[in-house]
């Protein structure tokens, strides 16, 4: 059965008698989970899990005057201090009351609590389970069942634990070889040894700890990524996927744009300089003019005479030179213009050629233009950039940029004799 193996399985129920069989079924199949007892809710993390896909769920978790309020109550104060909002998760009814109190949370899910709302509700049967000369395999062949009738979630659920998987791999293979006697100290000098690697022999020097821990997990990103595939590969074969095709409603143009965005945008408040993707909003000048009229059809006052029309810069730095502390920063300017004004972009050979639209500051558009490329010298580009940046390209896109605007620079030419 393909569940969550990142710990992201949730179990409430007040009765540790009657849900032995739940967590044994669940530890059968190498599933862990969260599991919440107490009634007063003392046993409740402080801050909410994040990413859980599934919350097993005993209706019936007051003793002390079970009123369908009381009830309906406290579930609420239970997920509003375990789930976070708008979490997409599978809600499983384990429970001997389900008909009783469960049109009371549905109703309650449509109201108060819609932000907890799962985005399937399936059924175990607790009274049946339990009464089960073996109840393990019961739960477990109930859960591959109900399960199997919604698979599109589990293609999901099977990514992140291969996510997970490679991670704990690949922390095994780097670190197999060190000492037991002297793990700390064998585990420092890999990190260090990792990031030397990554910045250089005579950059690393400069480096205090936290960057050298950065540098060093920025080459092991690079296996993971190698690693989830492989591990979601070996996986797929064993897991029943529904027909993948064209279906529910069709995506609403604003849904495009937040997708769009999630998938090329980092968008954070603790983003710092230096990084190859950053992109920086500021303030329309002669340059902003220049590449509205060299890249846009219509005219630049039209185009500029709007507060959402802004200059930007892109920093397209490789990031093994950030790595090995070469004192220079590579960019490339562009404005940022409504997403109405899309049409008004002309087909040449000097800009960045795909315009996806974006949530950034509004609805927006990004023009980069590559004739604006520039170079800085550290100090100059703190002086210039004195504001982090809030917007961080992600590397399929930045890749692309770097890509086109390579072919722009590096065309060799011929000699022409008419």
């Known amino acids: 059965m393909i569940l969550p193996n990142n710990g992201k399985v949730v179990v409430f129920d007040d009765k540790q008698k009657d849900i032995e069989s739940l967590l044994k079924a669940l530890s059968k199949e190498k599933i862990p989970f969260l599991y919440y007892q107490d009634e007063t809710g003392s046993d409740l993390p402080a801050d909410p899990v994040e990413n859980v896909r599934l919350v097993f769920l005993d209706l019936e978790l007051v003793v002390n005057n079970p009123t369908s309020h009381n009830i309906i109550s406290t579930i609420a104060g239970r997920f509003r201090r375990v789930l976070t909002t708008n979490n997409v998760y599978v809600l499983l009814y ?229 790595a090995q502390r070469k004192y220079y920063t590579r960019v490339i300017y562009g404005v940022k213009l409504k997403k109405e004004f899309k049409k008004n972009i002309s087909r040449g050979d000097h800009g960045y050629k795909e315009h996806p639209i974006f949530e950034i500051d509004g609805e927006s558009i990004l023009i980069f233009d590559f004739r604006t490329v520039r170079s800085f010298t550290r100090e100059e580009f703190s002086y210039r950039f004195s504001e982090k940046p809030r917007y961080r390209l992600r590397k399929s896109i930045l890749l692309d940029i770097q890509a086109q605007l390579s072919n722009h620079i590096n065309r060799p030419g011929i000699v022409n004799i008419d």
């Open 94 to 322: 384990w429970s001997t009351k389900e008909d009783k109190y469960r049109v009371d949370l549905e109703n309650a899910f449509d109201n108060g609590l819609n932000e907890y709302k799962p985005i399937k509700i399936i059924s175990l049967n607790k009274a049946h389970a339990l009464a089960d000369n073996d109840p393990i395999e019961y739960i477990t062949k109930a859960l591959r069942t109900e399960m199997r009738g919604f698979s599109s979630l589990i293609g999901f659920m099977l990514w992140e634990s291969s996510v997970n998987d490679a991670a704990g791999r690949i922390t095994n293979e780097l670190t197999s070889f060190i000492m037991r006697k002297e793990v700390d100290k064998g585990m420092y000098g890999l990190l260090y040894r990792l990031s030397k690697e990554q910045a250089g022999a005579v950059a690393v020097a400069d480096q205090d700890n936290n960057q050298k821990l950065n540098l060093a997990f920025e080459l092991i990103n690079n296996s993971l990524v190698e690693t989830t595939e492989r591990l979601f590969a070996e996986r797929l074969p064993k897991v029943e996927i529904g027909d993948i095709k064209e279906g529910g409603r069709e995506l609403q143009e604003g849904e495009k744009v937040i997708l769009n965005t999630r998938l090329h945008i980092l968008s954070s408040e603790h983003l710092q300089h230096f990084y190859s993707g950053n992109l920086y909003i500021l303030e329309n000048n002669g340059l902003a003019r220049e590449i509205v009229l060299r890249n846009c059809e219509k005219s630049s006052h039209e185009l500029l005479d709007t507060d959402t029309t802004k200059l930007i810069c892109l920093d397209i730095t490789p990031s093994c030179d950030y």
